[in-house]
């Protein structure tokens, strides 16, 4: 690998902890900066002030704030991640099963959402100003308006009230069905979808515009040819990364398609978590999430640099070029 | 030669009625009006006109590819007698490429980024030829060789931005002449170049014709390049050919009062006899600059530079892009800190004056800027823009508003204007309000960043002017940055010729011009385009 | 036209046309929901009526009522009242901060920019909901902690917008002519810079008004939202969910009452987008 490449991957990676280092102390400090707060959400509402200050000594929230906040980051590194107090389980082993569970639902709504979304927003952009373009916009514009759990509430009532095609949870309670995936992945690709065809379009419309299209179509080059041969590499280098980048909203819509079919994955384990107020979960959660943020961010930039010619990893060294 | 078809007594271009028309709501009808031009073998037709005067619309139209929004609504265009404007977009797709080819202004932008240059090349032979694939790329090492470019397998594999604007525009010229068209159609090829590449990029393009025997269409607005390479003229104004004839005679002898004004608007390479400074008691050195240096790591951007302004005269600096003139203005108004040196104004030190001694005494320095279009907050009336720089010289609101107006009055724009956005005024209007606000703060120098660059040659002939004018009345004493030699030589006292960051060579303007000292001054001279004839 | 008043002529375009009045007709409803509420929205009746059905007394309930036997019509009304407000309240709250730290990081770049980027950073990767979840949990259900859980969740971004805005505009030479005439660095940055960044502003503004009242109703949802009794579309979805198969009611309206708003904020943002010219140049 040469020289500028390790570096710019070590400029990353170093900035990637120094986000992962403040994050964790925000969340330490927001969650378990006001002791008793914690003793309360910990031991209930009914506990007495004795049997919290009790609880508080053993295990250790007499210490300066810093120095729990040390200990704790230690532990967590180490995968010492507490106790539900909801679930009565180790937190670790409680959260390995239901993110797989959401990486499911995730992935299975990205294999529907990219293809759809990139193929309108490349239809849209070719024809720009035609009726399929404004079809494909007023689309985006609808979709990307109703919250995840309205269209969830619309599906539903068409699809399971009204013609009953399909289930109405998805707790997958007796195994495997594909049928009970079907209306989660929905939610998602419609919001998903509309959002990458929109920049998708604008991409596919700012490509068509530039000189070297004007070039390759004087050149005597087939506008079929002209849209895949020269338009289509240029132009989805920004749909790609955005796609990496949606995958935090892709997250956030987990959690609400989750609940509203009780699907039970990482988002349901959140949502119960927020409701008992079980904190060693949330915080688990919450880290797990935004390693998982930061690390499509960094994919994100090296697929932009692997794909962007002028910023090319694969060009070794600039050339001096002369006159 | 496979120019098949077509006999030598033919023309191979003919153009008869040709027009276009723009969509609603533009400022007029027609594009292309009623256009007729015939292109002979082995002749180069100059196609001139200012922006907005049809020529862009007519090579649209002649490849039967118009501009979005543009259509053909009528006339003839016959290659070798064959009729192409109702032709489908299949055979239109042979003919591109093919039998006409087009060369364009921004030649880095016209190739596709993501793609070697030299597949681009081969692909010109797989739309229009029956190769192998290795044959294919044989060719296109074989046309990269012959437009005198270094090291043709390094430019096969390199992308676009890896090489020069230069080398980017004869990669283009190769993959239009790859199938040997009948006709070239050169669209402001060298417009987006330094002066020594165009020149060697128009000696390239003069050779083909004597070589090859292709027809080619010449489109520009610079008459110093038509004066170079053209056989023969037309004239476009407003979508209308208004003269059209041989390149001398058009030249010399131009008919069309249009024409003469586009002519008479060229500045001269000869400098006017002796300019005089203009404060005859004594000359007063306004601005010194003593050893000024910018770096960014190990690049220097300016290095050195020892130069004094006096009162009432004008010092051009020279140079191509990249030679650090525009850092140097921007220098010494302080809009980048320098690494070293010194910058005197008046007699004080400049550069270490901070806060109120700073805003107190930036009025002796005040700059005009390249672009009519940035250099104007597009919310601000022109009015109120000037009357802020009023302000800030220390006039109170009534004071403000009356220099304001006038201001407008010396520099030669209409009251109403005022209370006009900046939307509403011309480019050359623009530049005007530009130099009324910097006049506003009553400097003693006048910064001019390359001020006339966007403008077309008639406006930039009345700021010339304009400036001349002002610098009698007021004894300004102007700082002019130009990369145009011919600018230089008709406004200065002094000319300074700059190369990568250095000045290269400072003196009276008659002597840089007529007797250059320095190799790098006599490359720029005999680069200028159309020296003998314009 | 003038620059200034241009975006009154978008408005006669019949995406933004839709859009305004879609979200001029919630604004109204939110100003007049005493005049237009038939009832008290936290007063119970008769439950589960269906939409069209009549009370005891003969009086009639438009769209039925909940559960707990208020009239759902006028928790729609109200509750269009509370995220109005709410969702306003919160995206200026935002914009506060948003555009400050765009603004200087924009203009003065260095370290300032690198702290305020950093922490954007920092912010922005949580995932939303997840960030809003910590939020809530940690400070409490109020509608106090819904603005600022929004304004965390909005900033970031529209730091950015200003930011890039900003550092685009610093380039360019009217603001270079200030500089040397001596201009003082807050009137360049609020009578120069912020004026010339309002075109792309007051669409993001729309956008996210929208995307704010879609926070609030998914936290409704969540049941993280405003405590109850307060009327709140996204709690009346989640009140409802339950009994959804056989009172479709419940949750069909305020759905499309959310739905409505946002896509008529979104279809104003569109309309108000200047669209790059079209019009053929004659060259």
């Known amino acids: 690998m040469s020289d500028g490449v390790s570096r710019w991957l070590l400029r990353k990676g170093a900035g990637m902890l120094l986000t992962m280092l403040a994050v964790s102390f925000l969340v330490f400090a927001v969650l378990e900066f006001n002791v008793d707060d914690v003793a309360v959400k910990v031991l209930g509402q009914f506990s007495t002030a004795d049997q919290r200050q009790a609880w508080l000594q053993e295990n250790g929230y007499t210490a300066p704030f810093l120095l729990r906040y040390v200990r704790w980051l230690g532990e967590f590194i180490t995968g ?17 099963p239901r993110l797989a569970a959401s990486g499911l639902l995730a992935g299975t709504a990205l294999l529907v959402i990219v293809p759809v979304g990139l193929l309108m927003g490349v239809i849209a952009g070719v024809k720009e100003g035609s009726i399929v373009d404004r079809l494909v916009s007023v689309f985006a514009i609808v979709t990307t308006s109703i919250p995840e759990f309205a269209s969830a509430v619309f599906l539903t009532a068409f699809f399971v009230f009204w013609l009953g095609w399909l289930p109405g949870v998805s707790t997958m309670a007796d195994g495997f069905h594909l049928r009970e995936l079907v209306l989660p992945v929905s939610v998602l690709t419609l919001y998903s979808a509309g959002y990458i065809a929109r920049m998708t379009r604008a991409s596919m419309a700012e490509v068509m515009q530039t000189p070297y299209i004007r070039t390759a179509r004087l050149k005597g080059n087939p506008l079929l040819r002209v849209i895949v041969r020269h338009a289509l590499r240029n132009a989805l280098i920004t749909p790609v990364t955005v796609i990496m980048l949606q995958i935090p909203w892709l997250l956030s819509g987990v959690i609400v398609v989750e609940v509203f079919f009780a699907y039970q994955g990482f988002g349901t384990l959140l949502y119960q978590a927020a409701l008992n107020t079980d904190i060693y979960l949330i915080e688990a959660c919450t880290m797990v999430s935004v390693v998982a943020v930061v690390a499509t961010q960094v994919a994100s930039d090296l697929m932009y640099a692997w794909l962007n010619p002028r910023m090319s990893l694969r060009t070794a060294g600039r050339i001096e070029g002369g006159k | 030669m496979m120019f098949g078809n077509c006999d030598d007594s033919e023309p191979i271009l003919a153009v008869e009625g040709l027009t276009v028309a ?3 709501g533009a400022d007029r009808a027609l594009a292309v009006d009623a256009v007729s031009l015939e ?42 007698g064959k009729e192409l404007t109702k032709l489908s977009e299949r055979a239109w797709c042979r003919i591109r490429g093919n039998r006409i080819a087009m060369i364009f202004q921004e030649p880095m932008a016209s190739l596709n980024p993501s793609i070697p240059v030299g597949q681009q090349i081969m692909e010109v032979f797989e739309l229009h030829a029956r190769m192998r694939v290795s044959e294919r790329r044989e060719r296109a090492l074989t046309l990269i060789r012959s437009m005198q470019l270094p090291d043709p397998e390094r430019i096969f594999a390199s992308f676009p931005h890896q090489l020069s604007g230069g080398q980017c525009q004869r990669v283009i010229i190769a993959m239009a002449l790859a199938m040997n068209p009948e006709v070239l159609i050169a669209d402001e090829p060298t417009t987006a170049l330094d002066v020594t590449t165009q020149a060697q990029v128009l000696k ?28 023969r003229i037309a004239v476009m104004r407003y979508g209308k050919i208004v003269e059209m004839g041989e390149a001398r005679r058009v030249l010399t002898q131009p008919v069309h009062p249009y024409t003469r004004e586009l002519i008479a608007a060229v500045p001269s390479l000869t400098p006017p006899s002796s300019k005089e400074p203009v404060d005859g008691d004594g000359a007063k050195t306004v601005l010194a600059v003593t050893g000024l240096a910018k770096s960014y790591g190990r690049v220097h951007a300016v290095n050195e530079v020892t130069f004094a302004l006096e009162r009432g005269t004008t010092l051009s600096v020279v140079g191509e892009s990249g030679c650090g003139k525009s850092s140097l203005a921007r220098l010494i108004v302080r809009l980048t800190e320098p690494t070293s040196g010194r910058v005197d104004v008046n007699g004080k030190c400049f550069l270490t004056l901070q806060g109120r001694e700073l805003r107190a005494s930036c009025r002796a320095v005040q700059m005009i800027f390249q672009d009519p279009f940035g250099s104007l907050n597009p919310l601000r009336r022109a009015g109120a823009t000037i009357a802020r720089a009023a302000m800030l010289a220390g006039a109170d609101r009534r004071t403000a ?49 390359e001020s006339l660059s966007a403008l077309d040659a008639s406006s930039q002939a009345q700021i010339l002017q304009l400036l001349c004018k002002l610098q009698n009345e007021l004894g300004l004493a102007i700082l002019m940055i130009t990369h145009d030699l011919r600018v230089a030589a008709q406004i200065s006292h002094r000319i300074a010729v700059m190369q990568a960051g250095r000045i290269v060579e400072i003196g009276p303007a008659e002597q840089v011009i007529n007797s250059p000292q320095h190799p790098y001054t006599r490359e720029l001279l005999e680069s200028a385009p159309g020296r003998g004839l314009v | 036209m003038t620059a200034r008043y241009q975006w009154l002529r978008s408005l006669a375009r019949p995406t933004a046309a839709i859009g305004a009045l879609l979200v001029g007709g919630w604004l109204l409803v939110a100003l007049l929901s005493h005049a237009l509420a038939p009832y008290d929205p936290l007063h119970s009746m008769v439950p589960l009526l269906t939409p069209g059905s009549r009370g005891p007394a003969g009086n ?22 509370t995220v109005v407000v709410v969702a306003t309240v919160a995206t200026l709250t935002a914009y506060a901060v948003g555009i400050t730290t765009g603004l200087l990081a924009g203009y003065f770049r260095g370290r300032v920019d690198v702290a305020l980027s950093f922490f954007a950073n920092v912010v922005l990767s949580f995932p939303v909901l997840v960030l809003y979840i910590v939020i809530i949990v940690a400070l409490g259900a109020s509608a106090a902690n819904v603005v600022l859980a929004v304004t965390f969740g909005s900033a970031p971004a529209i730091f950015r917008i200003v930011r890039a805005i900003t550092i685009d505009l610093r380039g360019r030479d009217f603001i270079a002519a200030a500089i040397t005439q001596g201009e003082s660095t807050w009137r360049i940055l609020l009578v120069e810079i912020l004026p010339n960044s309002s075109g792309a502003l007051i669409v993001d503004f729309c956008l996210r008004l929208g995307y704010s009242a879609i926070t609030m109703g998914v936290l409704g949802f969540l049941g993280l939202g405003l405590p109850p009794p307060t009327p709140d579309w996204g709690g009346m979805v989640n009140e409802g969910r339950t009994m959804a198969f056989a009172f479709p009611h419940l949750v069909l309206f305020p759905c499309l009452a959310i739905s409505s708003l946002v896509l008529g904020l979104s279809l104003l943002a569109d309309g108000l987008r200047q669209p790059p010219g079209r019009v053929g140049r004659a060259g």
């Open chain 2, 401 to 449: 508003r009356a220099r304001a107006g006038e201001l407008f009055d010396r520099v030669g724009l209409p009251r109403e204007g005022l209370d006009r956005r900046p939307s509403a005024f011309s480019g050359g209007q623009k530049q005007r309000i530009g130099i009324a606000r910097a006049l506003a703060m009553n400097p003693d120098v006048l910064i001019a960043d």
């Open chain 3, 60 to 81: 009639i309930f438009w769209l039925g009522t909940d559960s707990l036997g208020r009239d759902v019509l006028s928790r729609l009304i109200y509750g269009a009242r």
């Open chain 2, 39 to 80: 292109l002979r073998r082995g002749e180069i037709l100059c196609i001139v006109g200012e922006s907005g005067s049809g020529k862009s619309a007519l090579t649209g139209a002649i490849m039967g590819a118009p501009a979005p929004g543009l259509r053909v609504t009528g006339g003839s265009v016959r290659l070798c």
């Open chain 2, 204 to 231: 390239l393009i003069r050779e083909l014709r004597e070589a090859q025997g292709h027809g080619i269409l010449f489109i520009t607005h610079d008459f110093g390049v038509v004066a170079e390479v053209a056989d």
């Open chain 2, 22 to 24: 723009l969509p609603k």
């Open chain 1, 80 to 96: 010492h991640w507490g106790t539900s107090t909801y679930y009565r389980e180790d937190v670790l082993t409680l959260i390995a």
